[in-house]
């Protein structure tokens, strides 16, 4: 069996507790069962013989004070088996096992509680009856209160996804625009447009079929940066973006750039970040286009174990040479952003250093992500 057609691993999820969260559960525990009490406390007025108040609100507020403090068991098996599509048996299986769990310790809790209160009130010893017989009652009540807080603890969760996908859409939504803008003002910063036109100019009267071509890779660039929605788009898509990028470059620095590309077959339909490669390509001519020797760039995809990726390396000065172009690096800090919106830890960007010692930058990727 290869690699890829293995089953991945059982993780096994453990709930974050919070000061604030558990105070809340506690405190509504607490009311709950002073409600419940309360409830009984008048069934019990109703008769002739109704007896001290006291017991009512004991037995219930033990009840729902272990409830709470079994709360994290209950959260733990939401975690790990939140809805039958984990497979009919994960789910069975763990809900049972803390099901059972559950109903022990809220059994155990709550008849500890109420020996220890009882005595402290000096109410005599606390009969819980028989066991044969409260055992099994108690476990029908808690088989109920399983399941609804488990449903109320899913569907909390299930709201909480809802709003973090929402917020993450709407951030994803602000970078791309961004790169867009980026990528647009780039393209239209004026040494670049000029360079362009110029040399447009320049092979008019002479190729007229290249100059068609830097006119249309022009129009197209301006277009896919304007016209552009989603996020991402498959490699095949980027690399033709990038091609046309590089041959307004070519076209303004001839022999000066040499640009090489080495994409493993299989990798043009994974997508990828919008203009991920134009950045890098981007960044490494315009941090070494004072150089006098010819600049190569290397371009690559390659695919390493669960991982792919995505790399650009130079024979420029590297990352710690003086670059003519000053600035923050805003092209690699937005893709970083980019990356950890789109895969979360899944995927990365490393700086590094080429065999020449020009500026080497790789782009990690989930395998998943076509």
Request: hydrophobic content about 45%; overall charge positive.
């Amino acid at each position: 069996m290869s690699a890829e057609s293995q089953p991945a691993p059982l993780r096994w999820y453990w709930p974050r507790l919070r000061a604030r969260p558990a105070l809340k559960v506690l405190l509504f525990c607490l009311a709950l069962g002073v409600w419940q009490g309360s409830a009984v406390r008048l069934e019990q007025l109703s008769y002739r013989n109704h007896g001290p108040w006291a017991p009512a609100f004991i037995w219930e507020v033990t009840s729902t004070l272990a409830v709470a403090l079994a709360f994290p068991l209950l959260m733990t098996a939401v975690l790990n088996a939140p809805g039958p599509r984990v497979g009919w048996a994960r789910f069975l299986g763990v809900h049972g096992v803390a099901f059972l769990l559950f109903t022990s310790l809220h059994i155990a809790v709550m008849a500890g509680l109420r020996h220890a209160t009882y005595a402290l009130l000096g109410l005599g010893p606390y009969d819980f009856g028989q066991l044969g017989y409260k055992l099994p009652m108690e476990a029908q009540k808690d088989l109920i209160s399983y399941g609804l807080i488990c449903a109320v603890i899913s569907l909390g969760a299930a709201s909480r996804e809802r709003q973090r996908r929402a917020l993450r859409a709407a951030s994803l939504e602000g970078e791309l625009k961004a790169a867009q803008l980026q990528s647009l003002t780039g393209q239209l910063h004026p040494h670049f447009l000029f360079n362009a036109l110029n040399t447009i100019s320049s092979v008019m009267y002479e190729d007229l079929s290249r100059t068609d071509r830097l006119l249309s890779d022009l129009g197209q660039l301006l277009r896919a940066s304007l016209e552009r929605t989603e996020p991402t788009w498959t490699l095949g898509e980027e690399r033709g973006h990038t091609e046309r990028f590089i041959a307004l470059l070519a076209a303004r620095f001839g022999d000066r750039l040499d640009v090489r590309w080495s994409v493993e077959p299989g990798l043009e339909a994974r997508r990828v970040p919008c203009f991920a490669l134009q950045t890098l390509v981007e960044n490494a001519v315009k941090h070494n286009q004072d150089l006098r020797t010819p600049l190569e760039v290397r371009i690559r995809g390659r695919v390493d174990g669960e991982r792919w990726a995505l790399e650009v390396e130079d024979t420029g000065r590297g990352f710690g040479g003086l670059s003519p172009s000053k600035g923050p690096g805003v092209g690699l800090a937005q893709m970083e952003r980019v990356l950890a919106l789109l895969y979360g830890d899944r995927a990365g960007l490393k700086r590094g250093t080429g065999p020449e010692g020009g500026a080497r930058v790789t782009v990690w990727l989930p395998r998943e992500a076509s």
